[in-house]
Nanobody, 114 residues
């Protein structure tokens, strides 16, 4: 499985950004896709995830009500980020889980200015 992330950039507090992640390869094996975030000097934490079958969604408490994750039949997962805060700043990584395997896309930087 290969993951190609896009989106990100610089936005002011309260603004919005959209991240997309396109999966290719053995996509039928993917059970979960989502996004992790790594702020400067901190560990990589889960932001949101969605299962491929059933569409079960999970959000970090810090983004509930502001971020929306979705997927489509074309193997793309999108993260719509609204009401962004400076603490949302970090490198966002797309990931996919297929059984015991984990796959990562390249990180994309999101910077929220105050």
């Amino acid at each position: 499985v290969q993951l190609q992330a896009s989106g990100g950039g610089l936005v002011q507090r309260g603004g919005s950004l959209r991240l997309s992640c396109l999966a290719s390869g053995r996509t039928r094996s993917i059970e979960v896709m989502g996004w992790f975030r790594q702020a400067p000097g901190k560990q990589r934490d889960l932001v949101a995830s969605i299962t491929s079958y059933g569409g079960i969604i999970n959000y970090a408490d810090s983004v509930k009500g502001r971020f929306t994750i979705s997927n489509n039949a074309k193997n793309t997962v999108t993260l719509l980020m609204n009401s962004l805060k400076p603490e949302d700043t970090g490198v966002y990584y797309c990931y996919a889980a297929a059984g015991p395997r984990r796959y990562w896309g390249q990180g994309t930087l999101v910077t929220v200015s105050s």
